[in-house]
């Protein structure tokens, strides 16, 4: 069974500090993807990365896949409380696996 | 990228009963997919539903106890039946936009089981 963790489980901080999200398995995966998900809805796709190393920008968002695609990370810089919500990793192989989830709060 | 009608909404149900959600897909896919949510936790894939086949279910999950309907390319229903307590979760419905694009989720169906 193909099992992906984050850590932390649970982060609350104050608006501008900086904070890393990460999603870790011991299998490899073709690509994975981060997903938000705010409360009474589904989750929304952010990013996708596909390649070992890959680094990818979305604002003040940062994502990095692991060299092995076996890891990701989930940097946001200057926090702001718009980013509150549930980051779900979601690793693809023959179907999507969800990680264990981060629940943000960002308090202004 | 597709958009997904899902209903009910919430629903509030008795036990031993059974709970019959729809998704209703804009345009045609191959595959949709059911989730379960469990309260403050995780996504969980339940089963993948294809279009003429019947639906191919996680370890976990099983046909009695979740039957899946899937009679066109743009919609499906999950049922839950003889619910128990357990049971209350988020369930949502799910399609790929692509490798890339992703998937596309319903706003799901936030059931309650007293």
């Known amino acids: 069974t193909q099992l992906l963790k984050q850590s932390p489980q649970f982060l609350s901080i104050q608006e501008g500090e900086n904070l890393t999200v990460y999603c870790n398995s011991s299998?490899?995966?073709?690509?994975l993807q981060w997903y938000r998900q705010e409360p009474g809805e589904g989750p929304v796709l952010l990013v996708t990365?596909?390649?070992?190393?890959e680094v990818k920008k979305l604002k003040r968002l940062t994502f990095q896949f692991g060299d092995a695609r076996k890891d990701s990370s989930l940097h946001i810089t200057a926090a702001q409380p718009g980013d509150t919500g549930l980051y779900l990793c979601?690793?693809?192989?023959?179907?999507?696996?969800f990680g264990t989830g981060t629940r943000l709060q960002v308090f202004p | 990228s597709a958009v997904i009608s899902q209903k009910p909404s919430r629903d509030i149900c008795q036990r031993g009963t059974s709970l019959t959600i729809q998704c209703q897909v804009d345009?045609?896919?191959?595959?949709m997919f059911w989730y379960r949510q469990q309260p403050g936790q995780s996504l969980t894939l339940i089963a993948t539903?294809?279009?003429?086949?019947?639906?191919?279910?996680e370890s976990g999950f099983v046909i009695d106890k979740f039957p899946i309907s899937r009679p066109n390319l743009t919609f499906s229903t999950l049922t839950v039946s003889n619910m128990s307590p357990e049971d209350s979760s988020i369930y949502l419905c799910?399609?790929?936009?692509?490798?890339?694009?992703?998937?596309?989720f319903g706003s799901g169906t936030r059931l309650t089981v007293v």
């Open positions: 979601a690793g693809r192989g023959d179907k999507l696996i």
């Open positions: 799910s399609v790929e936009a692509g490798r890339i694009y992703g998937y596309t």
């Open positions: 539903a294809n279009q003429g086949s019947e639906a191919t279910y």
């Open positions: 345009s045609q896919v191959t595959m």
């Open positions: 990365v596909v390649t070992g190393g």
């Open positions: 299998s490899v995966f073709s690509s």
